[in-house]
């Protein structure tokens, strides 16, 4: 497990960071650009050990993944600030991995798409022809996780 911050008692470890991951409405991915870092929101999916996000086949996210497959993912699930204690309550969650793009017309590709649907979009009945229906323009990688970890704070009031 990566060491988070200097109050171990705040540290969560692997699987409650994935249920957490879950529950996060985004999560940031982050790159390397060369020497520079590069952050970007990205809508996740998780299926077992995997996480799994889209992107446009073209531009800077797609450039630096195929230089660089190494990312980074952070997640906040809950935070809620408590001004007069100058502090905030929180649950957040940090993943290490490599990002692999799938393979065009494969099974995983679909199926990381639906997952991503119906994750974002439950309720939308043509969740499946969507996910089925190839598009040259959409890139879906797996995330194939090295470490997770999570952080909980102040969360002793909270239900």
């Known amino acids: 497990m990566a060491k988070l911050s200097s109050y171990p008692e705040k540290e969560r470890d692997a699987q409650w960071a994935l249920a957490e991951l879950e529950k996060a409405p985004w999560a940031m991915l982050a ?22 996000f889209h992107s446009a086949s073209f531009g800077k996210k797609a450039e630096l993944l195929a230089r660089n497959p190494r990312v980074c993912i952070s997640a906040v699930s809950y935070s809620k600030p408590f001004p007069e204690e100058l502090t905030m309550r929180y649950r957040s969650v940090v993943a290490y991995g490599e990002a692999e793009l799938l393979e065009e017309g494969g099974e995983e590709k679909v199926r990381a798409l639906y997952e991503i649907c119906r994750r974002y979009a439950p309720e939308n009945p043509h969740i499946t ?9 959409v890139n879906l990688y797996r995330i194939t996780l090295s470490d997770v970890t999570g952080k909980e704070s102040n969360m002793e009031d909270e239900a």
């Open 31 to 52: 790159m390397a650009d060369g020497g520079e870092p590069y952050c970007i929101p990205v809508s996740l999916a998780r299926s077992g050990d995997k996480l799994y």
């Open 129 to 137: 022809r969507c996910a089925e229906k190839p598009n040259a323009h």
